[in-house]
């Protein structure tokens, strides 16, 4: 069975933290992402990585940053947190032209 | 014009109605296309892939028309437990792999 998991569920910080999202997938998978979820706006991609140590830009990515040293683990990083980015944070993984598995989301509250 | 889009509904329908939705993509490099359900405050998982030929699953069809540019998910005898988001993705193979998601519709079936 498919599995992605990420370290946290439910995260409280406060503004100017530096905060760590990470997710781990064991199917192997070549691409990576992170998206993040608001009411009304859908899915918008932050970041993605095709391979260890590449990353691409998606189309929000101001604010964040990414690293992946193994293939398995994606992280996500909040230089210095801000109330505007409360929001859902959901990683997915896929084989480079197949559909994509997500975790079961980070929903992150910045006070 | 958004490159994947879908009618936000909501889409209100009686328990045991047949309801479809239709996602249009405008990039013409669309190569694969997949269906997903998201539940309140979940992550989206697969409910289907989307071919050439038409797909069913259970009381599920997906279709896909290249020349309109559209794809479509019918559900038919419509069950209290269906109520949800569906989203469409479209992954684009033209100067790199992309996947495009839909905003999302939702369905609210009602007894």
């Known amino acids: 069975d498919v599995k992605v998991t990420q370290s946290s569920r439910y995260l409280v910080k406060r503004t100017g933290e530096k905060v760590f999202l990470e997710c781990v997938q064991d199917?192997?998978?070549?691409?990576m992402f992170w998206y993040r979820q608001d009411p009304g706006l859908g899915l918008r991609l932050i970041y993605f990585s095709y391979d260890v140590k590449m990353k691409e830009k998606g189309d929000i990515p101001e604010g964040y940053s990414v690293s992946r040293e193994k293939k398995e683990r994606f992280s996500l990083i909040l230089e210095s947190a801000s109330t505007n980015q409360t929001s859902m944070y959901l990683c997915a993984s896929s084989t480079p032209t197949g559909k994509p598995f997500f975790g079961p989301g980070t929903r992150l509250t910045v006070t | 014009r958004k490159e994947v889009e879908q009618d936000p509904g909501p889409f209100n329908v009686p328990e045991g109605a047949t309801v479809a939705f239709n996602c249009t993509y405008s990039n013409s490099a669309s190569q694969s296309f997949f269906w997903y359900r998201q539940d309140c405050r979940k992550e989206p998982k697969l409910l289907m892939s989307?071919?050439?030929?038409?797909n069913e699953d259970g009381r599920f069809t997906a279709q896909l028309n290249r020349a309109s540019q559209y794809i479509s998910l019918l559900i038919r005898d419509s069950k209290l437990s269906d109520s949800a988001t569906y989203l469409c993705?479209?992954?684009?193979?033209?100067?790199?792999?992309?996947?495009?998601w839909g905003a999302g519709t939702k369905l609210i079936i009602k007894p």
């Open positions: 993705v479209v992954n684009v193979m033209d100067s790199n792999y992309q996947l495009i």
């Open positions: 989307v071919y050439s030929s038409g």
């Open positions: 199917m192997d998978h070549e691409n």
